[in-house]
């Protein structure tokens, strides 16, 4: 259906345009000759490349989403947006930014040792049958 040179034409274009923030969805959705959802994940699982450059572009794509928050906020000062629906948006940004980028927005957990270690030895119970 695709020859190699459009194939390679339409990812690139798809992989620009996750790499802005746009959702994967809304791109093939916009058709002018995308695949399906299936057909771009065939793309990519048969070509290590290809499955590099969409995890690569996912990744990017938090950028995008954290960027959002900030004109979320800047639409709440200004009186544009209703605070209540920016609190739900900036809620999904977060979320997402966090899962496509867990490295620098994910929740950070931190875990602290002193040092000791304690071991207790319990005998063991006998049942009485």
């Avoid at 345009?17 to 959705?29: A, D, F, N, P, Q």
């Avoid at 979320?72 to 000062?77: P, S």
């Avoid at 966090?98 to 040092?115: L, M, R, T």
């Amino acid at each position: 259906m695709y020859s190699e040179i459009q194939k390679t034409e339409i990812f690139n274009e798809i992989i620009n345009r996750i790499t802005c923030g746009e959702s994967v969805r809304s791109i093939l959705k916009s058709k002018n000759n995308k695949p399906d959802f299936v057909t771009l994940l065939k793309w990519i699982d048969e070509d290590e490349i290809k499955f590099k450059q969409y995890a690569r572009a996912k990744e990017e794509s938090a950028h995008s989403d954290a960027d959002y928050i900030s004109n979320i906020a800047e639409m709440v000062l200004s009186g544009e947006l209703d605070p209540n629906a920016a609190r739900v948006a900036i809620d999904a940004y977060k979320w997402s930014s966090g899962k496509k980028n867990p490295k620098k927005y994910g929740d950070q957990i931190k875990v602290e040792h002193d040092g000791s270690l304690q071991i207790t030895v319990k005998p063991p119970q006998l049942n009485a049958d």
